[in-house]
């Protein structure tokens, strides 16, 4: 059992913002899948959120007792893990949507690349422990890109270029804590941009599509813009205080593709309007912000390493998927954290979420 000390230093903002958004989640699956489905399983997709997310954070409750620390040891191990995942997808994948991501094992479809952006934060923070101050020379760096490119390589070829943007926003957020001096930092952001044509001839065509009708979505409002085009149409018919929940007709009455996924943000934005979109996202604001927190609090570098990775993984995963749904960012598939139906997903964040308060519980060295 865990420490009375311990106990008391549990961060219960961050436990009671988590436990909001996946109430306000579980509430908004059910009014974007209830009409689809028959009446006895009217709110199939509720109950399977509801019953992983009690699941995962039992797991998380338990995992607690251990110290984060112990994650260093184990993160080489789950670094070879991730890569055979990775890898096991090219050969016995499931294949949905143009792209083969998924994993069957019994009733459930797990998305290895999901699982593979925590496994990364682990196991680079772990990496960039031992470099911190001594990122000023490209013969430093060069190894540490090399070593998250590998797997980014692996996801980018199943393809999913929306989790593969996530590691790039991972590891620049992780080597600017650890010390890169801005000379360096500019310039590989500046050679990244210069191979951005280079990059983009390795992308399929639909992909190329989903980074250009972001700017005029009515060039193929029937396919490549149509999502843009019907969540714009979502959020701003909510106006101030949207139609109500289960009365949205974007999201009701199936315009609105992937309504309780990629795009539930339209739904809240539909039916709850601009005050409830504007309540969701300083729900995810205070989540950051305890974030931000909890790595400048951390005993460790390798907690606030820990930190800083899941934070920048959280913070792009709102930025891309709120901004995507407005129709200010390309269609890149990446969900809202906590919030889009998805089992690898939630189990991802979930986990993430114990990892920071397992960091923020064991601030201070606690004497027995």
């Known amino acids: 059992m865990l420490n009375q000390r311990l106990l008391r230093n549990l961060d219960f903002i961050l ?24 009446s006895e399983d009217r709110y199939w997709y509720v109950e399977r959120q509801g019953l992983f997310a009690l699941a995962n954070i039992a797991i998380i409750f338990i995992t607690l007792n251990f110290d984060y620390k112990s994650l260093e040891k184990v993160s080489g191990y789950l670094y070879v893990l991730n890569l055979i995942m990775l890898l ?21 479809s797990l998305q290895p690349s999901e699982f593979s952006k925590l496994i990364m934060i ?22 540490i890109f090399i070593y998250v490119g590998i797997p980014f390589l692996l996801v980018l070829k199943q393809p999913d270029l929306g989790t593969s943007l996530v590691f790039i926003a991972i590891l620049f957020g992780m080597i600017f804590i650890a010390g890169i001096s801005t000379r360096h930092l500019m310039a590989i952001v500046g050679a990244g941009i210069a191979f951005m ?33 019907q969540s714009k149409i979502a959020i701003g018919s909510g106006m101030l205080f949207g139609k109500g929940l289960f009365n949205g007709t974007q999201s009701q009455l ?7 996924t990629d795009f539930i943000f339209a739904v809240i ?29 951390a005993r460790d570098n390798f ?36 919030m889009s139906y998805g089992v690898s997903s939630l189990t991802t964040n979930l986990v993430s979420i114990g990892i920071l308060l397992n960091i923020y519980m064991r601030r201070q060295k606690i004497l027995f």
């Open 88 to 108: 096991a997808v090219m050969f016995i994948g499931q294949s949905a949507l143009g792209a083969q991501r998924w994993i069957q094992i019994g009733p459930i």
């Open 122 to 143: 682990i196991s680079l923070a772990q990496i960039l422990d031992k470099r911190t101050g001594r990122l000023n020379t490209f013969k430093e760096i060069i190894p």
């Open 197 to 229: 044509p280079i990059f983009w001839h390795f992308l399929k065509d639909y992909q190329k599509k989903r980074l250009t009708v972001f700017i005029d979505p009515n060039v193929d409002p029937l396919g490549s813009g149509y999502h843009i085009i």
């Open 303 to 338: 907690g606030t390493l820990l930190a800083t990775g899941i934070t920048s993984m959280m913070a792009f995963h709102v930025l891309v998927n709120v901004g995507m749904t407005a129709g200010i960012m390309p269609v890149t598939g990446i969900p809202l954290p906590l």
């Open 15 to 38: 436990i009671g913002v988590t436990a909001l958004i996946i109430v306000v989640s579980l509430v908004i699956i059910g009014s974007a899948t209830h009409i689809n489905g028959p």
């Open 254 to 260: 199936n315009f609105l593709p992937e309504n309780h």
């Open 269 to 297: 934005g539909e039916e709850l309007g601009f005050v409830g979109a504007t309540f969701v996202l300083l729900l995810y604001l205070i989540l950051l912000y305890r974030g931000v927190k909890i790595a400048g609090a």
